[in-house]
């Protein structure tokens, strides 16, 4: 079963699918950058100095409590952009924001950005489109997490993840999946070896392979 959407190739969807008009605007600004797993392109109460738009990789948001426990909020590859908190006008983000998975993008700094939608309406009604569709699956990670058991959430995000990655494999420890779900490294265990046994991956250390996404849709159904 093919992949839930694709972006043109080598390129931040985001930025093919403006006017010619704002891709103008805009490209004067637009920097190339390499990004390593892990960069931190947003600390939570710091000020966004920097918005990036992805060519490939995959970015993720994480939320924390005055105790120190994580857990993905949302993510966001080729077809997105860190700094949302820019595109609303607040400037300081709420959150952190890092590279998941390595990848490339273009960076910008924010105030030119924000200028850039002072200048042209349309371009900031359409990233505004693309802020309402991580508030939609925020939303649905919530209930995701909510109700859903432990190896279709896994499964679901597996799936979100390899949506935003060329092939099949990610390279993933325990440990980080265990923040990315908000659970112990036990859990993460007991959910690959689930998904494992029924052929839908093939877990090793630091790598998961995905062996069957028909299957793993369906291990996580409405998750």
């Known amino acids: 079963m093919p992949k839930a959407f ?7 969807n985001l930025i093919p699918t403006l006017s010619e008009g704002d891709r103008a605007l805009l490209k004067p600004h637009l920097t190339p950058v390499k990004m390593d797993a892990r960069m931190t392109l947003e600390e939570p109460g710091k000020p966004i100095e920097r918005v990036y738009f992805l060519k490939s990789g995959v970015g993720s948001t994480v939320a924390f409590s005055n105790n120190g426990r994580r857990i993905e909020t949302g993510l966001f590859g080729c077809e997105g952009m860190s700094g949302t908190a820019a595109v609303l006008q607040t400037g300081h983000a709420s959150h952190e924001t890092f590279m998941q998975v390595a990848g490339e993008g273009l960076a910008i700094e924010s105030g030119r950005l924000q200028d850039a939608m002072e200048q042209s309406p349309p371009l900031q009604r359409h990233l505004l489109r693309y802020v309402q569709a991580m508030m939609t699956q925020t939303s649905q990670t ?35 999946l265990s923040i990315m779900l908000g659970v112990r490294r ?24 995905i062996l069957d996404r028909e299957g793993l849709e369906a291990e996580a159904q409405d998750s």
């Open 6 to 12: 694709s972006c043109p190739i080598g390129e931040s």
């Open 142 to 176: 919530a209930l995701s997490n909510g109700q859903a058991k432990l190896e279709e959430r896994l499964a679901r995000w597996l799936l979100m993840c390899h949506d935003r990655i060329s092939g099949n494999e990610m390279y993933l420890t325990h440990e980080f």
């Open 186 to 209: 036990a859990g993460v265990t007991v959910g690959t070896h689930l998904l494992e046994g029924k052929g839908l991956i093939r877990a090793t250390r630091g790598r998961i392979v």
